[in-house]
């Protein structure tokens, strides 16, 4: 099976930046679409950013040209680069995969999170 586990989170002022990773194990870690998801309290957990076959992305339209997803620097780890943060981007941000090259947006598609990691964005 994948285990995941994010890291980068933290707090910043809106405006700023920051860059989640997500460190992947698993035999089959490079067949897997990788996705982002965020939680807010009274919010339900919802889609951020997924990555797959050929560079493949789709982006939730709240972070579309401000949130890029890659896995250029290594195999086993994606990232999520977030710029010009916002107050409403605060969240715990999860990692997630399935084992697919198709990307969905529902969060019952993906068998596999990692424990999430705060981020926190000040107005």
């Known amino acids: 099976q994948v285990q995941l586990e994010e890291s980068g989170g933290g707090l910043v002022q809106a405006g700023g930046s920051l860059r989640l990773s997500c460190a992947a194990s698993?035999?089959?870690?490079?067949?897997?679409?990788m996705a982002w998801f965020r939680q807010s309290p009274g919010k339900e957990r919802e889609f951020v950013a997924a990555?797959?076959?050929?560079?493949?992305?789709d982006y939730a339209d709240s972070v579309k040209g401000r949130f890029t997803i890659s896995r250029h620097n290594a195999q086993n780890t994606v990232y999520l680069q977030m710029n010009n943060l916002k107050p409403e981007d605060t969240a715990i941000y999860y990692c997630?995969?399935?084992?697919?090259?198709?990307?969905?947006?529902?969060?019952?598609?993906?068998?596999?999170w990692g424990q999430g990691t705060q981020v926190t964005v000040s107005s």
């Open positions: 698993g035999r089959t870690f490079s067949s897997f679409a």
């Open positions: 990555f797959s076959f050929n560079d493949n992305t």
């Open positions: 997630a995969a399935r084992p697919s090259i198709l990307i969905l947006v529902a969060k019952s598609a993906y068998p596999y």
